[in-house]
């Protein structure tokens, strides 16, 4: 039963670019949210894809943009790349969209994103 | 006003010695779920334990334990019979009504020394 899986594992970019991360959910779940931890932080919730619309947004400015494949993986993709969005990038995957109050978040290992 | 907070960077302990964790949150919602997750060096967040607001006892899965104090709004992790393995940086979560996602603490770094 494979987990969540994220790619890249590291990624290099300089300011001003854009990027695009990839994960694919766990075998049986249908919802990816996508996290920002930067160094010493907790995760960031930056969105929620659920049947491929963005269904709940955290205080992140809108360089940062996503989508959902019928397949259920996501894409999260970042423009204007700035120093500040180096940080590991967390996608985690869940069932109709973690509605219940004790819905496991099951998390990927993140990709590594430094910025230049 | 920070949701999670817990107030230990860092935290030692010794092979097979029990740690506790501290976490506080913040609501005003009497329905709410609580979290931790332990995060090692490889950054995948693995999920250790669940506690929800109205349930009557504490919660335990193996070595962890969560000490839930309702009225002092905290919700403290256990770990018992510590193990080099269990090194790793400890997140506490909560979740609201209405809300999917996960408010996450800071974290505490645990390190096991033999």
């Known amino acids: 039963d494979a987990g969540v899986t994220q790619s890249p594992t590291h990624l290099i970019k300089t300011r001003g670019q854009q990027v695009t991360l990839r994960c694919s959910p766990k075998s049986g779940h249908d919802t990816v949210s996508w996290y920002q931890q930067a160094l010493g932080q907790g995760p960031q919730f930056i969105f929620q894809?659920?049947?491929?619309?963005?269904?709940q947004r955290g205080n992140f400015p809108d360089r940062f943009s996503g989508h959902q494949f019928p397949n259920y993986s996501s894409e999260l993709n970042v423009n204007a790349l700035l120093l500040g969005d180096s940080a590991l990038y967390l996608c985690a995957s869940s069932f109709r969209a973690a509605s219940q109050l004790d819905e496991k978040l099951f998390f990927g290992s993140g990709t590594q994103l430094s910025v230049l | 006003a920070q949701k999670i907070t817990q107030t230990q960077p860092g935290m030692f302990v010794q092979e097979k010695e029990a740690v506790t964790l501290d976490c506080t949150y913040d609501t005003s919602d009497p329905s709410y779920g609580l979290f931790w997750y332990k995060q090692p060096s490889s950054g995948e967040m693995i999920f250790l334990i669940y506690q929800g607001s109205y349930d009557q006892q504490n919660a335990t899965e193996g070595r962890y334990s969560l000490n839930f104090q309702k009225a002092r709004k905290s919700a403290n992790l256990v770990i018992s019979a510590s193990q080099l393995g269990d090194s790793a940086m400890y997140f506490c979560a909560m979740r609201e009504p209405g809300y999917s996602t996960l408010t996450f603490g800071k974290g505490t770094m645990l390190l096991v020394s033999p």
């Open positions: 894809y659920y049947e491929e619309e963005e269904r």
